[in-house]
């Protein structure tokens, strides 16, 4: 057990980190006053990425980037994007999910963009202004216009919600990949059969595990889908439950052989900010895998407008968004935004399974009991 527990540790100090959260609630010409640091909650956003590179700046083959299919993309995009809302008080959590084509201010351009572009494009001129500043180091550029591009989105975020993001956590799709590579697939269940040669989805109805790059396919899909964009949020929603369902009811985190596959792809493919601790992190996934986390969508005004570009993007009433998630955890909560998604019953518990009083992960405790998988488009 000793060696499991210094797994785990070592598990923890293998994640990359960013100063991204710090940076983005400084204030300066471009930027917004930050909300104000006690809203209610512990927000915690957690973004999947695009990118082309493992979280180490190496570059992915083009036969991995082909699996992933993101062979043909040169920006960086953000289609998954979470604010876990964990109140202070001990009360439920909430996934709030915000449509990748949202179209937000993002005051590092001084324009209105679809937020799942606020990364990249901040990323992307920052490297240039580094080059252009007579900069030769590959990696600083990286690692800078990197922290300049999550900087931005945070705080496109944080304007469009009215919350403080507290911490960050970023999984790129090569992060999808690998997790579903070391817990044997995940679990998802299907409505109807369905495909999307863009993405690789190629799917029959009912109920089926899905692992690498199908894996990827199954989060990516929105062609073909009866609400486009809004139902690839509810397969992002009810993979992510099932994935850490798997990962906390099997024997992951007591199996010295898995922990090393799983501090490799830690490693390679996520990010957090350097205040939220990996074991922090779990704790969250055992509430999201038990059933005790909310799903839910911010309120929007409109699917496949369009901008002054020409672009499909999504509109929302701003002051009903910030409404919607500060009644999250101040108040009742609102009826459900779609897509909500329907978990079956669980019984809260004063003390998570797998975990001790206190909050500390318990790796003697017993597996978390697996759950129905819910069937979605």
Not at 150 to 163: D, F, H, M
Request: glycine fraction near 8%.
């Amino acid at each position: 057990m000793t060696l499991v527990w210094l797994q785990v540790v070592q598990l923890e100090e293998s994640t990359n980190t960013t100063d991204a959260v710090a940076r983005a609630q400084e204030i300066g010409p471009s930027a917004p006053p930050p909300p104000p640091p006690d809203d209610g909650a512990n927000d915690i956003l957690v973004i999947g990425s695009d990118s082309r590179t493992d979280m180490q700046g190496n570059e992915l083959s083009p036969e991995l980037l082909r699996i992933l299919r993101t062979e043909a993309t040169e920006t960086l995009n953000t289609d998954t994007l979470i604010l876990l809302r964990i109140p202070r008080d001990g009360g439920r959590s909430s996934a709030v999910s915000i449509p990748r084509d949202t179209s937000v201010m993002v005051h590092a351009l001084g324009s209105e963009e679809k937020i799942n572009g606020a990364f990249g494009l901040v990323k992307a001129r920052t490297e240039q202004e580094l080059r252009d500043g007579g900069e030769t180091d590959d990696a600083l550029i990286e690692r800078e216009s990197d922290d300049a591009g999550r900087a931005a989105l945070i705080q496109a975020v944080q304007g469009l919600t009215g919350v403080r993001v507290d911490h960050y956590t970023e999984v790129s799709l090569y992060g999808f990949y690998l997790l579903t590579e070391v817990i044997d697939g995940v679990d998802v269940c299907l409505r109807q059969s369905t495909s999307d040669p863009d993405s690789g989805a190629s799917f029959a109805a009912g109920p089926q595990t899905v692992r690498g790059g199908d894996a990827v396919a199954f989060v990516r899909q929105r062609k073909n889908l009866p609400r486009g964009d809004l139902d690839r949020i509810v397969r992002q929603q009810t993979f992510l439950a099932s994935a850490m369902n798997k990962v906390l009811s099997g024997d992951l985190l007591t199996n010295p052989g898995r922990l090393d596959e799983l501090e490799e792809a830690v490693a390679k493919t996520v990010v957090m900010d350097e205040g939220l601790g990996f074991l922090e992190l779990v704790q969250q996934a055992q509430a999201l895998a038990s059933g005790n986390v909310r799903f839910d969508t911010i309120p929007v005004t409109g699917v496949g407008a369009r901008n002054d570009r020409g672009q499909s993007i999504i509109t929302v009433d701003v002051p009903a968004v910030r409404e919607y998630v500060a009644d999250l955890v101040t108040g009742t909560p609102p009826a459900p935004a779609p897509p909500a998604v329907s978990t079956p019953e669980s019984t809260p518990e004063s003390t998570p399974a797998g975990f001790a009083r206190g909050g500390m992960l318990d790796l003697s405790a017993p597996a978390a009991v697996k759950r129905q998988v819910p069937c979605v488009y």
